[in-house]
């Protein structure tokens, strides 16, 4: 079985921009999470998906937002980009929502100038 | 609300010393707790849960609802346990929820 992909595995983008990253979970997987990575703060959750509806929602602005499609695969979109969005995004993925272990994706690191 | 507190951000030993990575939790239910870890170059994945009360690369973690821990133990360490480790919590359908993570360095 292929594990959690992540594209890209690299974005630069500047102050002001958008951007959108995407993860396809592993095959059977119906729940996708989003933790953002960074050095002082560890993982924090942004979102997790289940079956195309969000079920739980970090303590992030609405400018982090996310989808999720009907063959399980997702996407998350940061809108007005700013310094402190740099960071290391992870996806992952398991079969249900309940209490199984997570399969992490390898990550999107995203820097903004 | 859900807190897990490692209070530890490095952890050095020498190899063949005991371990013991340290891992604090708040929260009001029955919790679920998890150790994940990340080797250099990999990715983050699951090294055990409390509920399977196992032994995985000879870490075991027990769950004290007393003092509120689940701290990490290994009685030798190896240099291949260098790596980031990270204390995690979820309670029923609430997402998990990680520490900020220790690093362990296992000097030679």
């Known amino acids: 079985k292929a594990g959690v992909t992540q594209t890209p595995r690299y974005l630069i983008k500047t102050r002001g921009q958008q951007v959108t990253l995407s993860c396809s979970p592993i095959?059977?997987?119906?729940?996708v999470s989003w933790y953002q990575q960074t050095p002082g703060q560890g993982l924090q959750f942004l979102f997790e998906?289940?079956?195309?509806?969000?079920?739980n929602k970090g303590n992030f602005p609405g400018r982090f937002s996310g989808r999720q499609f009907s063959n399980s695969r997702s996407e998350m979109n940061v809108s007005t980009l700013e310094l402190g969005d740099s960071a290391l995004y992870l996806c992952?993925?398991?079969?249900?929502?309940?209490?199984?272990?997570?399969?992490f994706g390898s990550g999107t690191q995203l820097s903004v100038l | 609300a859900q807190r897990v507190t490692q209070p530890e951000k490095l952890l050095s030993v020498f190899k063949g010393a005991p371990v013991e990575l340290k891992c604090n939790y708040s929260y009001s239910g029955s919790p679920e707790l998890f150790w994940y870890v990340q080797y250099s170059r990999q990715r983050l994945q699951l090294l055990l849960r409390?509920?399977s009360r196992e032994s995985i690369k000879g870490f075991t973690a027990d769950l004290n609802k007393g003092e509120t821990s689940f701290h990490l133990k290994k009685p030798f360490a190896q240099e291949e346990d260098s790596a980031m480790y990270y204390c995690?919590?979820?309670?029923?359908?609430?997402?998990?929820?990680f520490g900020k993570g220790t690093r362990l360095s296992v000097i030679a």
């Open positions: 095959s059977g997987h119906r729940s």
């Open positions: 409390h509920i």
């Open positions: 992952a993925s398991r079969q249900l929502q309940t209490n199984e272990k997570l399969f």
């Open positions: 998906y289940f079956s195309e509806t969000q079920r």
């Open positions: 995690a919590l979820s309670g029923g359908n609430t997402p998990l929820v």
